[in-house]
């Protein structure tokens, strides 16, 4: 069953009536409105919003409906987006040879808990070929080595447009992208960094954190950039730990924190509920609907 | 510097346009609506706001906004109520000898972290007066003994009604309060049980907790009925626990929990922050404005 | 690469100079102590010890070590157990319709997260088939109709002898075992129940939690004894939840606990850091090693 | 009822036999062995041990009974120290404008949930000395001005020698201390840092925070060194942020989460918990007794 459900994600300088006059248009059009999710940041002035009709029996195409709106839009000065929900997304999967994102991963997408069709793996190595065959996705292998990369991207970015992919996330992935491949996916694409940033930016978080001797160990998920680890955060968490772990029994709880982090963040953009402003984001809470 | 916003706390029957409706109200006698938070009980079909206003330089005086509000309310079914921030509560705080809970409410309220009065400690034991005298709050030892206890509430009642108590806080308050108690401050009663409710109701929750081997042990604040730990729950959180913890233990581990629902529980009462519904609190998020 | 290590479990009356008296036992035999756990239960006056020892080239065979430590228990009243880490246990896996529980452990056990051998999986549904078949499990569908319900776990029996099961894991079995099944193997079946223990014992425990309003929900690994729900604890955890969660939503996310709760408790009891005493258990902890 | 009990903190390099030896060495004596938990760092190959004995009735004296552990000592290369539990500490705090670490030192320590003694409070700033008269502890107030820090910081070294300070706590002591004042109390100064180390070193983390778009904050308590915030790590923890926080929310979240963590690296230490290893702590757990 199709979820007939539309999403508004809205931004705009703060002003007087924003709600009234928002709320006010879709109720006009007939629109029920399932939850209406907002949030003012006084600091830069800016108004979000997070509106979801019921798209059931409604008088207007997505046509006529975006230009309704779009006159709405530029009165008031959004930047806006809209989504149907019955629109399932493509994303694909770029692994190098760790399992247990990518396992993650399909797991949900494979009993429906993430909405999302996964055409294609795309990985530098052979080693993770065998769990895309258990779950019956497309694997292809890109190995990276004297001086291919720029081309190995290219193979990537040809696979990625002949799929139509909206989404891409790293599960794992531990080549760093070029500026060129990241500006044509810009807000498209997810990183789960193995440590909790901004600590340990970089290589070897887990050894490192053994090393500084911290109490707690993390994962965050984040929109790739051109700066490394530095894009708008998703989603974090940590887990506690002792002195009596070493840098492998980290990487081991580690790796349970990455795939919960990275599952959460990709589920949360799916679901139209992040809006990137500068370099953070506004997460509209799943509670909210 | 007094707060100038004023809450406004609904619930109907869902209906489709309530935002737009509401909103708009506002938003046409000129009043900047600073938050919205809404929830829709899809189980009950009932719907649930909590709306902030701007106070300052508005052209209404209370009466005329209450009466204004009146007529939408009835036309659509609304039971609410509006609370001017500005307005500091009057909360009273019983307890019988036990300091962890008292301690927290007396700090974070003259450290300015919860808004609002305490004209008086009342006690059926002498233990706190310590704590009262070194927070300068006045303290009432009204003790239990053969057969007085009918009597002993009324004193209580007698004191919160003569400093215009508009909330009873019982901060490890020993004593069962009887019907006609509570039916006098309904909704107004918050309580805190050392354990996680429904587990280990009633006496010696942390022996019993020790006694059944579980992992973890919380706290649970509620409101008080006349069902014995059976009221709305306001607020609960737990801790984990291992083998090695006597009763003793435990009931130290569990102080600290205790002390932080109870004061979160507080704040979002006098937060305007909750709306009970049958036996069910809605929790409107602090982080909502 | 097979570990060699050999892991004591000991419990007695508590006494003077039992660490000595271990520790000493195990050097003068040459045996290196790789880590040694204990916990004096002072309520009890019951000593609880989890030793383990370097097993690589140690002088004496394993009977003739279970002989030599047999004369010193019976002379401190010991009541032990000895495991061998590279005796790798036989653990059928009970499930009924949902995968959430049995996903988690196939992909630790296939991931070498558990070291466990799981030659086969039980359930009296069809469902879970091809899971069973993704993981190359065997699967017995053994259905429940009209009366067969004895018939129905002797059937189960005579699986878990031909297989030589040490461990029976019920990864959400919607069915009551019967004594006379649970009496075959005592201490030997872990069930998961999707609720906080104490709290809602019995059938559909998250509608109970959503309408009691709980903030938390959890879940509880125990061994099954005689009394449904009320077996030794080996593992909990909640999470958060809000009054906008309903029921189905609360079952959804609580089947990410049930499965995080159910693993760990599967990973404790495998790796023998448990130790049952009356109804409660002594868990040592992972980090010990 | 002061506490009979004796800690050793041992330190050496590993060596097979080491648990059976000393625990003889103990027995022996007719020492009781309360608990034992040891810690064997694979990777430096060293080993940590912290045994506490009761010392009720036993036949020798304190100087006696370091005499012949100096000679076990010697034998296996120990470093190690012995805590008498009935020998309370004299703690000072060191706070400059802030009163939520100083409130819950002082709470605990009146409430008997830390031992120790609290002869003084130095501040370079006078705000906070209504709390201490609350609890009526000494308040010295030494102002910073034009070039005078040396000079100050050698008041603060009087008063910390004239009071037999063996533990300093920086609760929110917003100064750098020259490495003359640290290198006078190795190991013996405790600060706590307003965020999640190694991330937001330094100045305004909760402002940085606020930046980076985290979504957790955290504290952390250490030992001071010369490098700032670089100190051996004692405790840390976070707490779930939103978007919707601002950096003046994070600064009160962050308070209860800095005064948690403070008070109970500090409890740590003063119940001789704590080994420092390198720019590592070992922490023997509470529960190990």
């Not at 989504?83 to 399909?106: G, M, P, R």
Request: glycine share 4%.
């Amino acid at each position: 069953m199709t979820d007939p459900s539309i999403v508004f994600l809205i931004q705009c300088p703060d002003q007087k009536g924003l709600i009234a006059k928002i709320s006010s248009f879709f109720s006009e059009l007939d629109y029920n409105i399932l939850s209406c999710q907002q949030f003012t940041d006084e600091i830069q002035h800016q108004y979000f919003m997070r509106i979801k009709l019921d798209g059931q029996g409604v008088p207007l195409t997505r046509k006529e409906l975006s230009q309704r709106f779009a006159e709405l839009a530029d009165k008031l000065d959004f930047t806006w987006s809209v989504h149907y929900q019955s629109d399932i997304a493509n994303t694909a999967i770029l692994v190098s040879k760790t399992s247990h994102c990518l396992f993650d991963l399909l797991e949900r997408q494979s009993q429906g808990k993430i909405q999302t069709n996964i055409p294609l793996i795309i990985s530098n190595h052979p080693d993770m070929e065998y769990l895309a065959d258990q779950f019956r996705v497309p694997y292809y292998c890109l190995p990276i080595k004297d001086g291919n990369k720029v081309e190995q991207e290219q193979q990537i970015l040809a696979l990625l447009q002949r799929h139509h992919i909206d989404l891409v996330v790293l599960a794992r992935y531990m080549q760093i992208l070029t500026s060129d491949f990241i500006s044509q996916y810009p807000g498209k694409i997810i990183n789960i960094h193995h440590a909790f940033l901004p600590a340990f930016k970089g290589a070897n978080p887990y050894r490192r954190a053994y090393e500084r001797g911290v109490k707690m160990i993390g994962a965050t998920a984040h929109y790739a950039t051109n700066d490394l680890d530095e894009g708008p955060i998703i989603e974090q968490d940590v887990e506690r730990v002792s002195h009596a772990y070493s840098p492998k029994t980290l990487a081991s709880i580690g790796a349970d924190i990455e795939r919960t982090v990275l599952t959460r963040a990709v589920r949360s953009h799916l679901e139209h509920r992040v809006i990137i402003t500068g370099n953070r984001t506004i997460i509209f809470p799943e509670s909210g609907e």
